[in-house]
Nanobody, 121 residues
């Protein structure tokens, strides 16, 4: 079984920074693409940033220049460095990975449980 565990969320003042981590554990052969999403009450979950197996990245317009997604393949971990945080960044952040559990298995999508980020003075 595969588990994704997020950490690093919390309360931060506007202009501050947080670093989210998403550690994958269990039966993992390789991680393909990974991403961070966020969701606020009453709204759909939206993509914040994604990273391919080759390290190519993509960001939502609202976070470009402020957030950076990265990955450590040796640790099966994906990070989201969030700088210059704004109140509108407040949300539950979820990580998502497409991975193979064995060399011959197809890609499967897994989600973390979410971590709350609150930006407020």
């Amino acid at each position: 079984q595969v588990q994704l565990v997020e950490s690093g969320g919390g309360l931060v003042q506007p202009g501050g920074s947080l670093r989210l981590s998403c550690a994958a554990s269990g039966s993992i052969f390789s991680i393909n693409a990974a991403g961070w999403y966020r969701q606020t009450p009453g709204k759909q979950r939206e993509l914040v940033a994604s990273i391919t197996s080759r390290g190519n990245t993509n960001y939502a317009d609202s976070v470009k220049g402020r957030f950076t997604i990265s990955r450590d393949n040796a640790k099966n971990t994906v990070y989201l460095q969030m700088n210059s945080l704004k109140p509108e960044d407040t949300a539950v952040y979820y990580c998502n990975t497409d991975l193979r559990t064995t060399m011959l298995s197809g890609l499967r999508t897994f989600w973390g449980q979410g971590t709350q980020v609150t930006v407020s003075s």
